[in-house]
């Protein structure tokens, strides 16, 4: 079974960088498309991004971070990263990384369409604030 782990959380102010970490343990990261979600206090779970596994190369974004965060994967520590630029105070929550086996001919879009559902493997979290 795939377990994911996030880290990389903590305080940062509005227009700062912040990078997340989501390392694989158990299987290869690789075989699964990951996402990234985030839950803001008193909301639901949002999709944010995702990259394609089983070698592919895509990625797929939601409106309110597409330009500012980038997906990426380093295969060799089997970990995803999300890079998060020119961070806003609506991008506080708590952010979890997803993992659901690729199947051939699908993109990680099409799992992320589902939104939370879309995934069956999750981390705990990492907590980000960004206040001034």
């Known amino acids: 079974q795939l377990q994911l782990v996030e880290s990389g959380g903590g305080l940062v102010q509005p227009g700062e960088s912040l990078r997340l970490s989501c390392t694989a343990s158990g299987l290869s990261a690789d075989r699964f498309a990951i996402a990234w979600f985030r839950q803001a206090p008193g909301k639901d779970r949002k999709e944010l991004a995702c990259i394609d596994g089983n070698g592919g190369v895509g990625t797929d974004y939601s409106e309110t971070v597409a330009g500012r965060f980038r997906i990426f994967r380093d295969n060799a520590k089997n970990t995803v990263y999300l890079q998060m630029n020119d961070l806003k105070s609506e991008d506080t929550g708590v952010y979890y990384c997803?993992?659901?086996?690729?199947?051939?001919?699908?993109?990680?879009?099409?799992?992320?369409?589902?939104?939370?559902?879309?995934?069956?493997?999750w981390g705990k979290g990492t907590p980000v604030t960004v206040s001034s």
């Open positions: 997803a993992g659901q086996p690729m199947r051939l001919g699908d993109t990680c879009g099409s799992y992320m369409g589902f939104g939370a559902n879309g995934f069956d493997n």
